[in-house]
């Protein structure tokens, strides 16, 4: 088989400039494998067998724009799996692409490190009218203006119809047909680096959707040695397996070269079952951090997972997968249930102020403590690691559209409790995430939905939805098929906004600069800041400290109080100047600051009067008069 990272494009169909184009597939199942040119009057090419059941051959005259099938054993045609296009969706032929066609002018483009993203995760159906990568490009501009300086796009490798998450995608190296196709997706990354936004796509790697899989036909590529909650999982470790992770790893590399994609999300790596000496998520770690140094740019693997287990980020010295961030679940169940009061579900184990504060100062939450929502121990501790590791986040598609309604945290708690909420996220260590619209309190929920073709699975993923819910009490699940349920969770923005939602719009655009500019969140500064946090049970309030070199910098006040308090703040002693404060009127606060003036001196202890969810940023005085080596905005790799 194929082996060494050079060989990992090699799958599918690769033109050969004026000469033809190179077909390859993997197809143990098979005893002869034929390419049908669709759209000639042309005899089939068979292919020549390889070792490890692979097949492959040059097709005279084949060129970028035809379209293909490959016949298996003389008898029924299926497209390509690793199809770089499906023009007519998941059930029609696949077409040649030359990836290599697109002129791109981004050979200045480095890419950012971790500590530089403020991420922006979207939808590209719902997040404008178009529903299109084109549609995309049209809102840059005002990302840009934001201060968001990289685009998570939710999966868009080809599904059935035009209306899914993504996550039922089943050619993976095919980017969706109705979304714009892979020139579509091109131009936009094109169009993003030239703004100096980068790209994270999201891709999955557990499972694959169900309708219109062809990848069984062909070979092993599933086993039945476990199951993941989304159907049969993917074959890691078993026989023939070889051939899969080489699959996978193919596609990874292909976004980045192909499409100059910035980093990979993972999805769910929790459900990626592999009991091999060397895990999958190592194979593509190294895959991954080898192109990257070959293409001189940075390129990063951001995981999903819900282990709590300190390994996927640690590097191999440490006997990790030397993955370079991952999502901290616990940051998010935290702040919900701290701002929401709900408790059903995985919930149950977070709410208490505490928690937050945990997570806030070490990262996850539950590092071995048993578990109520899954009645075991559960996780290991990060608090090593560098907290730009883990990705934060108020809302996120999976928090707001698996919920029965998709509603978002506008519609669930205080409007001043969203700005407290905002600065939990945006100035913590960790690195940020926002989900499409939470900036300006998007009221239109996210629900799931889907456009599938036959009945039977329709039916399956409206019983599947309802039964999902169930531990959280929730009925009556909107129909994931309807229209109208797609319709419903389409973004609104620009003109229709209103004046609340544009001071909300302010305060987000304020804490971003600040995250931009303030030396406390950059990583590259000439010495390294600390940060810790103290918690105010009583008061309902954290304050989160930063400090270098002993100084203490910053003060970040983060308000749950439902009524105003008095918060006797025993440390630090300083003199301290507000920088922002949610509750100033620029930012649709009803009151004036509080105290009546900027600067707080605080003796042993200061009271400090914080209005209901209140949340401000204090400067030291005396750090600030320190001289401090700004950020150098470098954009080479930071290898943590």
């Given at each position: 088989m194929?082996?060494g990272?050079e060989?990992h494009?090699?799958?599918?169909?690769?033109?050969?400039?004026t000469?033809?184009t190179?077909?390859?597939?993997w197809?143990?199942?098979?005893?002869e494998v034929?390419?049908?040119?669709?759209?000639r009057?042309?005899?089939?090419?068979?292919?020549e067998?390889?070792?490890?059941?692979?097949?492959?051959?040059?097709?005279p005259?084949?060129?970028?724009?035809?379209?293909?099938?490959?016949v298996?054993?003389?008898a029924r045609?299926w497209?390509?799996?690793?199809?770089?296009?499906?023009?007519?969706?998941?059930?029609?032929a696949s077409?040649?692409?030359?990836?290599?066609?697109?002129?791109w002018?981004?050979?200045a483009?480095?890419?950012?490190p971790?500590?530089?993203?403020?991420?922006?995760?979207?939808?590209?159906?719902?997040?404008?009218e178009?529903g299109?990568?084109?549609?995309?490009?049209?809102?840059?501009?005002?990302?840009?203006?934001?201060?968001?300086?990289?685009i998570?796009?939710?999966?868009?490798?080809?599904f059935?119809g035009?209306r899914?998450?993504?996550?039922d995608?089943?050619f993976?190296?095919a980017?969706?047909?109705?979304?714009?196709?892979p020139a579509?997706?091109?131009?936009?990354?094109?169009?993003?680096?030239?703004?100096?936004?980068a790209?994270?796509?999201?891709v999955?790697?557990?499972?694959?959707?169900?309708e219109?899989?062809?990848?069984?036909n062909?070979?092993?590529y599933?086993t039945?040695?476990?199951?993941?909650?989304?159907?049969?999982?993917?074959?890691y470790?078993?026989?023939?397996s070889?051939a899969?992770r080489?699959?996978?790893?193919?596609?990874?590399?292909?976004?980045?070269?192909?499409?100059?994609?910035d980093a990979l999300?993972?999805?769910?790596?929790?459900?990626?079952y592999?009991?091999?000496a060397?895990h999958l998520?190592?194979?593509?770690?190294?895959?991954?951090?080898?192109?990257e140094?070959?293409?001189?740019?940075?390129?990063?693997?951001?995981a999903?997972s819900?282990?709590?287990?300190?390994?996927?980020?640690?590097?191999?010295?440490?006997?990790?997968?030397?993955?370079?961030?991952q999502?901290?679940?616990?940051?998010?169940h935290?702040?919900h249930?701290?701002?929401?009061?709900?408790?059903?579900?995985y919930?149950?184990?977070?709410?208490?102020?505490?928690?937050?504060?945990?997570?806030?100062?070490?990262g996850?939450v539950?590092?071995?403590?048993?578990?109520?929502?899954?009645?075991?121990?559960?996780?290991?501790s990060?608090?090593?690691r560098p907290?730009?590791?883990l990705?934060s986040c108020a809302?996120?598609?999976?928090?707001?559209?698996?919920?029965?309604?998709g509603d978002?945290?506008?519609?669930?708690?205080?409007?001043?409790?969203?700005?407290?909420?905002?600065?939990?996220?945006?100035?913590?260590?960790?690195?940020?995430?926002?989900?499409?619209?939470?900036?300006?309190?998007?009221?239109a929920?996210?629900?799931?939905?889907?456009?599938?073709?036959?009945?039977q699975?329709i039916?399956?993923?409206?019983q599947?939805?309802?039964?999902?819910?169930?531990?959280?009490?929730?009925?009556d699940?909107?129909?994931?098929?309807?229209?109208?349920?797609?319709?419903r969770s389409r973004?609104?923005?620009?003109?229709s906004?209103d004046?609340r939602?544009r001071?909300?719009l302010?305060?987000?655009?304020?804490?971003?600069?600040l995250?931009?500019?303030?030396p406390?969140?950059?990583?590259?500064v000439a010495?390294?800041?600390?940060?810790?946090?103290?918690?105010?049970?009583?008061?309902?309030?954290l304050v989160?400290?930063?400090?270098?070199d002993?100084?203490?910098t910053?003060?970040l006040?983060?308000?749950?109080?439902?009524?105003?308090v008095?918060l006797p703040?025993?440390?630090?002693?300083?003199?301290?100047?507000?920088v922002t404060?949610?509750?100033?009127?620029?930012?649709?606060g009803?009151?004036?600051?509080?105290?009546?003036?900027?600067?707080?001196i605080?003796?042993?202890?200061?009271?400090?009067?914080?209005?209901p969810?209140?949340?401000?940023?204090?400067?030291?005085?005396?750090?600030r008069?320190?001289?401090?080596?700004?950020?150098?905005?470098r954009?080479?790799?930071d290898?943590?």
């Amino acid at each position: 088989m194929p082996d060494g990272h050079e060989d990992h494009l090699n799958i599918g169909a690769r033109v050969r400039g004026t000469a033809g184009t190179d077909f390859t597939v993997w197809a143990p199942f098979a005893s002869e494998v034929c390419v049908k040119l669709v759209d000639r009057p042309a005899p089939l090419h068979a292919l020549e067998r390889r070792s490890f059941g692979y097949f492959s051959g040059m097709v005279p005259g084949a060129q970028a724009g035809d379209r293909y099938a490959y016949v298996l054993n003389g008898a029924r045609e299926w497209p390509d799996p690793a199809s770089r296009f499906q023009p007519q969706g998941v059930h029609g032929a696949s077409e040649v692409i030359d990836p290599g066609a697109f002129s791109w002018s981004d050979e200045a483009w480095r890419g950012l490190p971790l500590d530089r993203l403020i991420i922006y995760e979207l939808h590209v159906g719902t997040f404008t009218e178009q529903g299109t990568f084109q549609g995309v490009i049209s809102r840059l501009d005002d990302l840009r203006d934001l201060g968001i300086t990289a685009i998570e796009l939710m999966p868009v490798a080809q599904f059935p119809g035009s209306r899914n998450w993504g996550y039922d995608g089943v050619f993976l190296f095919a980017p969706q047909s109705t979304y714009g196709g892979p020139a579509g997706l091109q131009a936009l990354v094109e169009a993003c680096h030239r703004r100096g936004l980068a790209v994270i796509l999201d891709v999955v790697y557990n499972h694959l959707g169900p309708e219109g899989n062809v990848l069984g036909n062909y070979g092993p590529y599933f086993t039945d040695r476990y199951r993941t909650p989304w159907g049969a999982a993917i074959n890691y470790d078993g026989p023939d397996s070889d051939a899969v992770r080489h699959f996978i790893v193919s596609n990874a590399l292909q976004w980045i070269t192909d499409y100059h994609i910035d980093a990979l999300r993972l999805d769910a790596i929790h459900g990626i079952y592999d009991f091999s000496a060397t895990h999958l998520l190592r194979e593509l770690a190294d895959a991954v951090h080898e192109r990257e140094r070959d293409l001189g740019r940075t390129v990063a693997l951001i995981a999903e997972s819900d282990l709590n287990d300190v390994r996927v980020i640690a590097p191999h010295e440490e006997g990790g997968h030397n993955l370079d961030a991952q999502w901290n679940d616990d940051f998010h169940h935290s702040l919900h249930a701290l701002t929401t009061g709900e408790r059903l579900g995985y919930y149950e184990d977070f709410g208490e102020l505490k928690q937050l504060a945990t997570a806030l100062e070490q990262g996850f939450v539950y590092t071995g403590q048993y578990s109520r929502h899954r009645r075991r121990r559960h996780g290991n501790s990060c608090r090593h690691r560098p907290p730009r590791q883990l990705v934060s986040c108020a809302q996120n598609h999976d928090q707001v559209g698996n919920r029965a309604f998709g509603d978002r945290l506008s519609t669930l708690i205080p409007w001043e409790a969203l700005k407290v909420s905002a600065a939990a996220v945006l100035l913590a260590p960790h690195t940020p995430l926002l989900f499409m619209g939470e900036e300006f309190g998007e009221t239109a929920p996210f629900q799931y939905f889907v456009d599938h073709g036959d009945a039977q699975l329709i039916e399956a993923v409206r019983q599947g939805r309802r039964k999902e819910f169930e531990a959280f009490g929730w009925t009556d699940v909107p129909d994931p098929q309807a229209p109208e349920t797609f319709e419903r969770s389409r973004l609104h923005a620009g003109s229709s906004i209103d004046d609340r939602q544009r001071a909300l719009l302010a305060w987000y655009r304020q804490l971003i600069n600040l995250r931009r500019t303030l030396p406390e969140f950059q990583s590259d500064v000439a010495k390294p800041y600390h940060h810790r946090v103290d918690v105010y049970d009583g008061e309902r309030v954290l304050v989160l400290q930063y400090w270098q070199d002993e100084v203490p910098t910053l003060l970040l006040i983060l308000g749950f109080n439902e009524r105003a308090v008095s918060l006797p703040l025993g440390r630090p002693t300083g003199t301290w100047k507000l920088v922002t404060a949610g509750w100033k009127k620029e930012f649709g606060g009803n009151e004036e600051p509080l105290p009546a003036e900027d600067v707080m001196i605080a003796t042993n202890p200061a009271r400090l009067l914080l209005p209901p969810y209140g949340a401000a940023l204090y400067s030291s005085a005396l750090a600030r008069e320190r001289p401090l080596t700004p950020p150098s905005h470098r954009l080479q790799k930071d290898h943590r």
